[in-house]
């Protein structure tokens, strides 16, 4: 059986969709709200500053040609989560794709990067308000609308952390930005607790057409010193860091047609880490 030309290649168009994309103007939300645009989804930019934002959604629309707005939210907060649904609704339409995708990394890196014995509970909880709770928040307001509607997906960004406890020994001399490192537990517990929100929403919307998938990344090239790249690297069957592009064709795949019978998976990019 052949089908028409082009007919598979179309299952990757997301022309006339329009995306939601929290943390959008972070270290890896640029990449992702550009990856959508260009294949033709009309982005809502979401993130705490409303100008970054605004520049950033403006960027989209000159370089791609698709419509995309800024919409300045604390996803944290269930009030403005419904009217920045709202909002992007009457600017664009219909949202058919929410790509949760922020992560709090809290201003005083001091007691982010704190060891294990230090790490206080006010820190715990102002990580995980955004990177788990805020994703609930999301979910339930904007995937309420896809269930009534009959369809839509749900993209959490995960992280190989939430699925692989992290070699400690990888931070041994490490650095980024100019300071220690490591990964702090609140991070994997976090990122887990995503996965298990995954499978939770997979299952109770499947019936609406609503799938939800996680996409887990694995380290990402962003600024880290030449021992962490080596020492990471070396943990890699590729032998190498992650490119922020490198993300993009999983994200595509899993917002679009191309993936319309993939439910409550995690789509894991980590250069095969997790293999061994």
Request: charged share 20%.
């Amino acid at each position: 059986m052949t089908v028409e030309r082009g007919h598979y290649r179309k299952l990757f168009d997301l022309s006339g969709r329009v995306a939601a994309v929290t943390g959008g103007v972070g270290l890896l939300g640029k990449y992702f709200c550009g990856g959508l645009a260009d294949h033709g989804a009309r982005v809502a930019v979401i993130d705490l500053d409303a100008e970054k934002c605004t520049n950033f959604a403006e960027e989209l629309t000159q370089t791609y040609g698709t419509s995309c707005i800024g919409v300045a939210c604390d996803i944290t907060d269930p009030r403005q989560v419904k009217a920045m649904a709202d909002k992007i609704e009457s600017a664009l339409g219909p949202i058919a794709i929410l790509h949760n995708n922020a992560q709090r990394v809290t201003k005083d890196l001091d007691r982010y990067f704190a060891p294990m014995g230090r790490f206080d509970l006010e820190t715990w909880r102002e990580v995980m308000a955004v990177n788990l709770d805020a994703a609930f928040i999301c979910a339930q307001e904007i995937g309420s609308r896809m269930a009534a509607r009959g369809g839509g997906t749900i993209i959490q960004t995960g992280s190989i952390y939430g699925i692989l406890g992290p070699d400690q020994r990888i931070y041994e001399g490490s650095v980024y930005n100019g300071r220690p490192i490591n990964t702090p537990a609140i991070y994997s517990a976090s990122k887990a607790g995503l996965n298990g929100l995954t499978r939770y929403l997979a299952a109770y919307w499947g019936h609406r057409n609503v799938r939800v998938n996680t996409l887990t990344p694995g380290g990402v090239s962003s600024g880290q010193n030449e021992t962490f790249d080596r020492r990471y690297s070396a943990r890699v069957p590729m032998g190498r860091m992650a490119k922020a592009e490198e993300l993009i064709g999983a994200l595509v795949f899993l917002a679009s047609d191309a993936s319309s019978y993939v439910n409550g998976q995690d789509v894991v990019v980590d250069g095969g880490l997790a293999a061994w």
